[in-house]
């Protein structure tokens, strides 16, 4: 499967941006979606996660209440919405697809879990 990610951009502290990813190439409701951010000088960290069926979700705790992640399998999409941003949430986002797992199941927060990456869209906040 192929991801692209998209929606990044230059925001305020206390804004908001809506991240999506556009996935192709292969059946969208077989894999578990995660997104990744990486901040400069620092390790790729887990944000967010979806169940195939959409219904569970988790979070790293940074984010919990501020962002929020959805999926819609029939447009092949995974949004995080992104709320109350800090200038500490300034990072590359990346989505990325797990093809393990059955229909409920949480979305890993291990990188090496996930088989398909995106390509990453910038997020920026100031102060």
């Known amino acids: 499967v192929q991801l692209q990610a998209s929606g990044g951009g230059l925001v305020q502290a206390g804004g908001s941006l809506r991240l999506s990813c556009a996935a192709s190439g292969r059946t969208f409701s077989w894999y578990v979606m995660g997104w990744f951010r990486q901040a400069p000088g620092k390790e790729r960290e887990f944000v967010a996660g979806?169940?195939?069926?959409?219904?569970?979700?988790n979070y790293v705790d940074s984010v919990k209440g501020r962002f929020t992640i959805s999926r819609d399998n029939a447009k092949n999409t995974v949004y995080l919405q992104l709320n109350s941003l800090k200038p500490e949430d300034t990072a590359t986002y990346y989505c990325a697809a797990d093809s393990a797992g059955n229909w409920f199941v949480v979305a890993p927060r291990r990188r090496d879990e996930y088989d398909y990456w995106g390509q990453g869209t910038q997020v920026t906040v100031s102060s």
């Open positions: 979806i169940s195939r069926n959409g219904i569970n979700t």
